[in-house]
């Protein structure tokens, strides 16, 4: 799935096309089992709000994971987290 898809379509399309988005560990970056979870979540377009769901987290926790992510990847969105991620192979 691409960043930016959200809704039924775009989680038909990561089933269709192979599921989780983690493709690879991320080792030095020194990110938790957790922020790898969110990081797949979010490179398969899904909202803050789908990751609380789905993490059973408030919107608030997950909020903060991305802020955590977000630097430990140098970045500053997360736009820029998924594009930082497929360049590291991280996610497809």
């Known amino acids: 799935a691409r960043p930016g898809i ?3 379509a775009q989680h038909e ?13 991320s080792g030095r970056l020194g ?3 957790r ?13 803050n709000k789908q990751i609380a769901d789905r993490l059973n987290l408030s919107l608030a926790t997950v909020k903060e994971h991305n ?3 977000f630097t430990r990847l140098r970045v500053e969105n997360r736009t820029q987290a998924i594009a930082e991620a497929r360049r590291r192979g991280l996610v497809r």
């Open 6 to 8: 959200c809704g039924v």
């Open 13 to 25: 399309m990561v089933a269709e096309f192979g599921g989780p988005a983690i493709v690879a560990r």
């Open 31 to 33: 990110l938790t089992p």
């Open 35 to 47: 922020l790898e979870e969110l990081l797949g979540l979010l490179a398969e377009g899904f909202s």
């Open 67 to 69: 802020t955590r992510l």
